[in-house]
């Protein structure tokens, strides 16, 4: 049985893109928070089935809005890292988020 699991920071990186994207347009960030949670679904059917980027973790594209969702796999478990623009400097991003990996 697959154990998802969260950084503290994975939820509130997603508010913080869903109240910025909601101030550009109104219900864009609800649509970006579904387009979210259909990464994660995506992601647990599919968990070595997207690009490994740096150290065992691997990154799902949310192609409408650029954004990436991070996340390590470690036997069958998931772990979810962040969401992050894809304009960032990801190697600092994750680098904070992974500092030991």
């Not at 990464?39 to 192609?63: C, E, K, Y």
Request: charged share 25%; hydrophobic share 50%; no cysteine.
């Amino acid at each position: 049985m697959t154990v998802v699991r969260y950084l503290p920071e994975f939820w509130p990186d997603v508010a913080g893109a869903v109240d910025w994207l909601e101030s550009e347009q109104p219900g864009l960030g609800s649509e970006f928070a579904r387009a979210v949670l259909s990464a994660v679904g995506v992601v647990l059917d599919h968990p070595h089935g997207f690009t490994a980027v740096s150290g065992g973790v691997r990154r799902f594209v949310i192609r409408k809005f650029h954004f990436l969702v991070f996340y390590e796999v470690v036997d069958d478990d998931v772990l979810f890292l962040g969401v992050v623009h894809e304009s960032r400097d990801l190697s600092a991003w994750l680098q904070r988020r992974r500092p030991f990996a």
